[in-house]
């Protein structure tokens, strides 16, 4: 299994997080299961990561000009990006195999007092916590890596030159930033078009470059992206986003109807459609076109592996459902329940997405100008 090394652990806290005078706890944040059911291979070798950082940076407070590193657990929300528990479990040891076991392993805390307690936080979690963190950090003022599947596949991406990820990705978001639209033309089997309009009026972008340079910053890491939510009608003007988004789930090609800036139907000829349907009739907030992202890091060389947080990050991705947490409208209370809450990217890479390419993507800007940023899937702006 591959891992960080001693060495590179504590250099990649210092890469992400520039230290700030104010700087003394850094906090490791895990989920534990509920059901012992819902446990998986990959989830307890992040728990134990979790445990064996914990462990390393305990040795290296000195370097790191901190004075202690804290291990806290809580029990899984059971979706990505619903907002945390009142409380979490400050470990005195390690983790406990299921989250009923908690108070047996350390001491009941709430994630206020967490968050006033620590600057920094590492969170490699089960279920995405991008979006609570995020809000958080704005709140307390700490900073956030958040590490939802985790997995040893990712270390590479922590070894890469963020220094030109940076470069890349402020790029990205200064031409989103003056755009006023996005025209996304799609391929399905090298056959079908499909188009896209999508609405940047009203809106700013956000950069994830894998560093946390400033109080109150929370995103992913590994990273590299890119990423705007689309205008969602909040002011006297409707959204002008329109069209018809391909998704591949699985085989099946499912085709999004969206207007003003959602999904108002599903279809396709499989099952899969008629779930996408379903979902849809359930929780209408889950039709909402939450974000637009840009990955950058397929140009240096890293692999897709299966898992949404690093392979987001190759390409252009388009997420679903929440978007309060990236500067937009819909949050928690849009849905029916806590766990139906979700902000789901769909990655329009190959190893996710075969069947679909995206011909290409033309950011309209002020008094007519445009420029094509992508073409058959590639940037032609490095």
């Known amino acids: 299994m591959e891992k960080l090394s001693e060495n590179e652990l504590v250099n990649l806290i210092k890469s992400v997080f520039p230290h700030h005078s104010q700087d003394h706890a850094i906090g490791i944040i895990v989920d534990i299961p509920r059901n012992p059911k819902d446990d998986q291979s990959n989830w307890k070798l992040r728990r134990s990561l979790a445990e064996e950082w914990h462990h ?51 001491d009941k805390i709430s994630f206020e007092d967490i968050f006033k307690e620590a600057q920094i936080f590492l969170a490699p979690t089960q279920y995405s916590t991008t979006a609570p963190l995020k809000n958080a950090a704005k709140e307390f003022g700490f900073r956030a890596a958040t590490m939802p599947g985790f997995s040893p596949k990712m270390i590479p991406a922590l070894r890469i030159d963020y220094t030109e990820v940076d470069r890349r990705v402020l790029l990205v978001k200064e031409k989103l930033d003056r755009a006023e639209a996005a025209e996304v033309e799609f391929s399905v089997d090298g056959l079908d078009s499909f188009r896209m309009f999508f609405d940047l009026r009203f809106r700013k972008a956000h950069a994830s470059t894998g560093r946390f340079p400033d109080k109150g910053q929370a995103g992913n890491l590994p990273s590299g992206e890119a990423y705007i939510v689309p205008y969602e009608g909040e002011l006297q003007e409707k959204s002008k986003t329109e069209g018809v988004l391909p998704v591949q789930i699985n085989d099946d090609v499912v085709l999004f109807r969206i207007k003003e800036n959602r999904a108002v139907s599903a279809q396709g000829k499989s099952q899969q459609a008629e779930v996408e349907a379903e979902h849809l009739r359930r929780e209408p907030a889950y039709g909402n076109m939450a974000e637009l992202g840009f990955g950058v890091l397929e140009d240096f060389g890293i692999q897709p592996i299966g898992k949404l947080l690093l392979d987001e990050k190759l390409g252009f991705h388009v997420a679903f459902g929440r978007s309060e947490h990236f500067g937009g409208i819909v949050g928690p209370n849009d849905f029916s329940t806590p766990g139906e809450v979700i902000h789901l990217d769909r990655i329009y890479i190959p190893s996710t997405q075969p069947r679909i390419t995206v011909r290409s993507i033309v950011l309209v800007y002020p008094k007519h100008q445009s420029e094509t940023i992508i073409e058959n899937s590639k940037y032609l702006i490095f």
């Open 56 to 106: 390393l940076l305990k040795d290296h407070t000195a370097s790191l000009k901190v004075q202690k590193i804290m291990l806290i657990a809580y029990p899984d929300v059971g979706s990505n990006n619903a907002d945390l528990p009142t409380y979490g479990t400050l470990i005195k040891k390690r983790l406990p195999a299921t989250a009923d076991e908690l108070d047996l392993y350390g």
